[in-house]
């Protein structure tokens, strides 16, 4: 594989690329819609509970580290779609390890807020 020069301008259309793909992410990828209702209520409840800065960085990590996986998640399901639209055993094992790789971050980030919201609350 040759490698490439850098190019300022290559990069730029790297960033149109992901700016789509987020663009994606939210428009069409139906779990999505759940984490972005899930970091509404998130950061509402951040500001009634006053939450610290090192709380808000937290929460912000948790927050994308989610969205990064049903990014990544979506990704490798629409790409399975196409390898194989017809239903195989080994497709169905790549699309389930990718949606537990969600569960495990949502599971993540749900008791990261739990630990931080529940003394507020209490």
Do not use: Y
């Given at each position: ?37 899930a970091t509404c209520f998130v950061v509402l409840l951040g500001f009634v509970c006053k939450v610290s800065q090192t709380e808000w960085i937290e929460l912000v990590f948790a927050i994308g580290f989610v969205l990064a996986m049903e990014a ?51």
């Open positions: 594989m040759k490698q490439q020069k850098f190019s300022i301008k290559k990069r730029m259309q790297s960033f149109t690329h992901a700016f789509n793909g987020l663009k994606v992410l939210i428009t069409e990828e139906h779990n999505a819609w759940i984490h972005l209702l990544v998640n979506s990704s490798v399901e629409n790409l399975a779609d196409h390898v194989s639209p017809e239903r195989h055993d080994l497709i169905k094992k790549v699309k389930d390890l990718g949606a537990a790789a969600v569960l495990i971050s949502a599971i993540t980030a749900f008791v990261v807020g739990l630990i931080i919201f529940i003394p507020k609350i209490i």
